[in-house]
């Protein structure tokens, strides 16, 4: 048994806490903002503790919130009744559609915020419910007793989590905690040859957090990633580069945001050159990668640009997105440009790009390496299996990225909220979300980099548009009580009327006479020989929904009300082959979701499996056999296999 009295990596005690909390959330990051909020308004009084008051919702890399696959992370954190949508909406200051020229299932919206603001914003909406505490303080230690169960390899926790302590002594009673640490466990700032401990923007390091949470038997690991250096708008001759279009007059990201404004800030694109490839050709012995004071994974879709070069020497015109930081502010953020190398290079190479030659940098770029805690200690609810009522979002999971880190934190406030109320947790499907392809991603596959979203990663993407995300979660986000029940009566309705709509355009007949096929013709189609449903004429590719009413049929969904209702009309006809048999796939699975591998299965009972799956299965515990189907190593034979087992045992059970 362990000792009851608080050491230096913190185990359980038996003193008395300053305070008790339900929930206490550490870190004021995204994942920490979405996770506090869910859970004070599923009724849980909760602290939120943070390094530094004045950086709740920092956004230390760049100001873009949305994009593939993380732009429907925000939809989804909307529909369920979060934050991210609606603060993004308060504070952007630009907006537009990635990918229009595409597909509809990797069209994206991408908004650049105004970083003062959104942080101000954020801060705002937390401080306005009653059930949220700010405190500013470092959290050193996890307070936490044995339960005597055999740890996470036997299915059950060996500890429950019973609070927190701070640097200063301070001490905090709760019945779950939510880890949301950010990039600040361990973390060390790298630029050159010199190495020094920092978290982002110079912030301090919370270091003893993670010799916590080894104590306890975690598995921590190191990940690197890194940021451009910002540079002054006044010194840049913006003549030179392409600036980029905005969409004014379209759907903001939150359910009621309303449409975007006219007039926006611009950004703006630029290329590298061979001047500036020579540059850091000339000067590659000084970067961190070669020197290697760099020494661990970093992400491969985002590289520095030495990485770059070292990776494709003959390549020169290396992409550059120059995006204003706010409204307010002269910095201007340098996406593509991510390097680590010492400041005079950074300004050389800065100084090759013709727009460029006079800039000034008001911060240089620079690596961060820091602590995470590999995913797979974690059960899909985001509550780690060695510790009941401990949880963990973000970052220390893994992942990059705002959005990634928010979507992680609304769901580990509902859950944590939910167990403690003794409610079923939510669990998102793969074919729900993308939240949901998200964590069973983390839980299922190995961390090599920090984790990013792409909508590449979804299998079911054709169903998980952004626009239907409302109807897809904003069930869920009502019935737990974190979604407004008015919005939800609102998107119900909606829903209700695009079913409608979907049986009347299936239900009306149009007829081959002349002035049926003259309409066809005018708009480029075919005419047609016998008679069609207009949901079929509107399955082509030129039929737009309003233009169905040139045969009669009267439409019943509003342009202005409605009109992501009818895009998302639009889409669902013309892709309705694809869709269904996207949903039979979709069916199927869930049958092998629902198959359940109860808590401790032992695997070496099964005579079949090989040795390398059962090492693969004993290390991740998959929840179900849908989860244990995803593992690398893991056959469709082994998975029939257990399938049999486990439905035998059940039988044996009765």
Excluded: W
Excluded at 275 to 299: C, D, F, M, W, Y
Excluded at 305 to 310: A, L, P, Q, T
Excluded at 326 to 331: A, C, F, H, L, M
């Amino acid at each position: 048994m362990m000792n009851n009295t608080i050491n230096s990596a913190g185990s359980g005690f038996t003193g008395e806490f300053h305070a008790n909390y339900d929930i206490i959330v550490v870190g004021a990051g995204h994942a920490g903002c979405e996770a506090a909020y869910a859970a004070a308004r599923l009724g849980m009084k909760t602290l939120l503790m943070t390094i530094n008051i004045e950086n709740i919702a920092l956004m230390p890399c760049n100001p873009s919130i949305g994009g593939p696959g993380k732009g429907h992370i925000v939809r989804e954190i909307d529909a369920l009744g979060g934050l991210m949508g609606r603060v993004t909406d308060k504070s952007y200051i630009q907006i537009r559609v990635l990918n229009d020229s595409r597909g509809p299932a990797v069209h994206a919206l991408r908004a650049q915020a105004d970083k003062k603001k959104y942080q101000h914003e954020m801060r705002k909406m937390l401080e306005a419910e009653d059930n949220i505490d700010i405190k500013m303080g470092v959290v050193s230690k996890i307070i936490a007793d044995e339960t005597g169960g055999g740890g996470a390899s036997l299915g059950a926790a060996r500890f429950c989590v019973r609070g927190v302590e701070t640097l200063n002594g301070m001490r905090y009673g709760a019945k779950s905690v939510i880890i949301c640490s950010g990039v600040y466990l361990k973390s060390d700032i790298i630029i050159g040859d010199i190495k020094y401990k920092a978290g982002p923007h110079n912030e301090i390091s919370a270091d003893d957090l993670s010799d916590s949470l080894e104590y306890y038997g975690f598995k921590i690991e190191r990940l690197q990633t890194a940021t451009p250096c910002r540079v002054n708008r006044a010194t840049i001759n913006f003549d030179e580069f392409k600036k980029l279009p905005y969409n004014s007059g379209i759907k903001c990201f939150s359910y009621e945001g309303g449409l975007s404004r006219e007039k926006q800030m611009d950004c703006y694109l630029a290329f590298s050159n061979n001047a500036t490839v020579e540059v850091i050709k000339q000067n590659i012995h000084r970067s961190p990668l070669v020197i290697g004071n760099i020494t661990n994974n970093g992400p491969r879709y985002c590289p520095s640009i030495d990485r770059k070069v070292i990776n494709f020497p003959a390549k020169a015109n290396h992409q550059i997105f120059i995006e204003p930081e706010g409204e307010d502010s002269n910095e201007m953020y340098l996406q593509g440009l991510t390097t680590s190398m010492p400041p005079d290079v950074q300004l050389a190479i800065l100084r090759s790009i013709p727009g460029l030659e006079n800039i000034e940098v008001m911060r240089y770029g620079y690596a961060i390496e820091y602590d995470y805690m590999p995913p797979d200690q974690l059960k899909l609810t985001l509550e780690t299996k060695l510790m009941s009522g401990l949880y963990c979002a973000g970052q220390i999971n893994g992942t990059s990225g705002y959005e990634e880190a928010a979507g992680q934190g609304i769901m580990a406030g509902i859950n944590a909220a939910r167990k403690i109320k003794g409610k079923k947790e939510i669990i998102l499907s793969r074919s729900s979300s993308y939240i949901g392809v998200m964590i069973d991603d983390l839980m299922s596959k190995p961390i090599i980099e920090p984790y990013r979203m792409f909508t590449s990663r979804a299998e079911h993407r054709l169903i998980l548009s952004g626009e239907s995300a409302y109807f897809r979660l904003s069930g869920i986000g009502a019935r737990i009580g974190l979604l407004n029940k008015r919005i939800y009566y609102k998107i119900f309705e909606q829903k209700r009327r695009f079913v409608n709509e979907i049986k009347r355009l299936k239900l009306f007949k149009i007829n081959p006479n002349k002035e049926n096929n003259a309409h066809l013709a005018g708009a480029g189609e075919q005419p047609i020989k016998k008679p069609f449903s207009a949901f079929e004429i509107l399955r082509r590719e030129k039929i737009s929904y309003y233009f169905i009413e040139k045969f009669g049929f009267t439409a019943g969904l509003n342009s202005t009300d409605d009109a992501e209702v009818i895009s998302l009309l639009e889409n669902y006809v013309k892709y309705s082959g694809y869709i269904e048999r996207e949903a039979v796939q979709v069916e199927k699975m869930k049958k092998v979701e629902k198959i359940n591998i109860p808590a401790g299965f032992n695997y070496s009972e099964v005579k079949g499996l090989s040795k390398e799956s059962k090492e693969v299965l004993i290390k991740y515990i998959p929840a179900n056999l849908g989860q244990a189907s995803r593992l690398s190593g893991v056959t469709p034979a082994e998975i029939t296999l257990l399938m049999v087992y486990l439905s035998a045992a059940k039988k044996k059970v009765r």
